[in-house]
């Protein structure tokens, strides 16, 4: 019996040790890990995908493929073409040790390195701008995903609503599950795929980047042309002649034309029109409506609910014209007033549609635009240089470009190397996750190689361009190359 146990035990394939993370798989031949981005093949760790270099002689659009290296000779390496990407490079755990790949290259006479890495942040998030006028819940409300909370409703921008979801309280300061939940909804939505999300008092939404928002099952096609009030400086000129009142309905702030600056120059007159809600300014109203699904982002579908009896002693006649129409000029309604000054609904004069049409036109479609925010000044900086501080500076004095996946990244002012990044602008699929849980994304810093020197860099580390895309590194040799999208020019850097 325990011969035949030691005999299984013999013939039990042998689990290797994946290093490139704290939780340190033991994985089997053929297997992957946990995260399934490293899998041991032939008794090594690889990384499952290639390492992706950005290629500017491919067009946007083309065909990703394996590249091939008969088709670069040695000089193409050398004029910028290229750039190495952290996609598919690996992380090198603990961060004392030099990054996976620091790559020399040689752009327009000068030296420059790239240091590329898989970054593992527990501090990071996403920021969804989500295009609509639609209420999708009260500022503050709580955003879940799968059940789990994951984020809140911030502020409503101009078009757009905001919400910061994710961060490391949500990743590893709540139960396993919500820091499960939000690393999956993190990923995923950075990798630009469709997560539903719910809001609580709000809305069922499904983001996407790129895409439109779907909103309770409803999708959105129009980003609004602006406020009530900018609709009326935008259009009341093209009004002019062709009706007696225009009101603008939008949640934020309605407009009227008549009383508002833009029609009073235009020498509009006045109609005896009172409005419901809170007079901000001439012709601008707050709070007209609860907010909502309905016109311009409020809660009504029949406009006529926002006004109050018309006054005759302010020139409300019979036969006075009224438009009213929304933001995005997706609601509109003609109306005239009747003998007893109510307004009637009316077909829409020809010349007014025209109008209605202009806002439409005048709209950009709405998507769902999703920014990774994160922290890039912890320890991964020793991977880069042996005086971790030194390399802050260099970011924050504009010696170091900060790139993620290839795509500029904006770097917070103050300390730290807090960074934000638009996931359209990375290579499909760029992001993945450990189940610390924490997510991974490609990082790359470029310099001048005499300021990594400078700053305490790993020099020995360093490999040329030609050499990593023959050779690979410690995870392997494969290799991709997809267009190349905002990839910074290096020779934009070190200029004093
Ligand atoms: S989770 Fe992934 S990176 Fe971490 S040790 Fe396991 S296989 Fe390696």
Known sequence: ??????????????????????????????????????????????????????????????????????????????????????????????????????????????????????????????KLKID??????????????????????????????????????????????????????????????AVELTIDGGVQIIVQAGQPPIIDGKTEHRMRVGCGSATIGMFASQWEGLVDEVVVVDDHITGVVSEHQAGKVLGWKDTGIRIRGRRSTPGRYFQVAEPGLGWGGTDIDDP??????????KGAVPGLSLLMVSTTGEHSGFYVLDDDLVPKKQDMPKALLA????????????????????????????????????????????KTNVTCGGAPAYVFPGGGITIMVDVMKMPDNSFGYVPTPALVAPLEFTLLREDYVALGGHDEAIRELADVLEFGGEYGDAVRAVPANDTPQPHKLGKK
């Open 304 to 313: 006529l609910n926002i006004l109050n009896d018309w006054s005759p002693k």
């Open 132 to 193: 609509t006028d639609r209420h999708l819940g009260p500022e503050g409300a709580v955003v879940r995903a799968a059940g789990e909370v994951i984020g809140l409703v911030v502020t409503s921008e101009y078009g757009s609503q905001m919400m910061s979801l994710g961060g490391v309280g949500h990743l590893t300061g709540g139960s396993k599950v919500e820091g499960r939940v939000t690393c999956d909804a993190l990923m995923r939505l950075c990798n630009k795929e």
């Open 1 to 126: 019996m325990s011969d035949q146990k030691s005999k299984a035990a013999r013939d039990k394939p042998e689990k290797i040790r994946c290093e490139a993370c704290p939780v340190m798989c033991f994985v089997a031949e053929g297997k992957l890990g946990a995260c399934d981005r490293y899998a041991n093949e032939g008794g090594k760790i690889v990384r499952c995908d290639p390492l992706t270099v950005l290629d500017r002689r491919i067009a946007a659009g083309d065909e990703i493929r394996p590249f091939l290296k008969s088709e670069w000779d040695g000089s193409l390496v050398n004029d910028g073409d290229l750039f190495v990407s952290a996609v598919g490079a690996g992380t090198t755990y603990p961060d004392y040790k030099p990054a996976p790949f620091i790559i020399s290259r040689e752009v327009d006479g000068a030296d420059f390195v790239t240091v590329v890495t898989e970054a593992i942040y527990s501090y990071c998030g996403v």
């Open 355 to 398: 109008s209605v049409e202009l806002i439409a036109e005048n709209c950009e479609p709405a998507l769902c635009n999703v920014l990774f925010a994160a922290g890039a000044g912890g320890s991964l900086r020793s991977g880069v240089t042996q005086n971790p501080v030194r390399l802050t500076r260099s970011v924050q004095g504009l």
